[in-house]
């Protein structure tokens, strides 16, 4: 089991930056593809960005492409989301996820941390 818990939500102006963290306990977490994904309401849940195990490959929605990086920290368990240039369309719940090697798709989640960016 793996278990997930992102932190770094809140509220933010148009224009402005934050940083989502999730934070990953139990299994080995290194061994383990990162993902953010969000879900604004009435909108199904859409892929953000994710990152390798070892962090050299990186892949983004088009959406926010040029304005979120992300980024893992292996000896801290941890991977991060830097958003920047944030837009009202950006507001929706985001969640981390882990995806098992070899996996096509998150076997983890966790529990989502809101994020919204007023105009």
């Known amino acids: 089991q793996v278990q997930l818990v992102e932190s770094g939500g809140g509220l933010v102006q148009a224009g402005g930056s934050l940083r989502l963290s999730c934070a990953a306990s139990?299994?080995?977490?290194?061994?383990?593809?990162m993902g953010w994904f969000r879900q604004a309401p009435g909108k199904e849940r859409e892929f953000v960005a994710a990152?390798?195990?070892?962090?050299?490959?990186?892949y983004y929605a088009d959406s926010v492409k040029g304005r979120f990086t992300i980024f893992r920290d292996n000896a801290k368990n941890t991977v991060y989301l830097q958003m920047n240039r944030l837009r009202p369309e950006d507001t929706a719940v985001y969640y981390c996820?882990?995806?098992?090697?070899?996996?096509?798709?998150?076997?983890?989640w966790g529990r989502g941390t809101q994020v919204t960016v007023s105009a």
């Open positions: 990152i390798g195990w070892s962090g050299g490959h990186t």
């Open positions: 996820a882990a995806t098992a090697p070899g996996g096509s798709s998150p076997d983890y």
């Open positions: 139990g299994r080995t977490f290194r061994a383990y593809a």
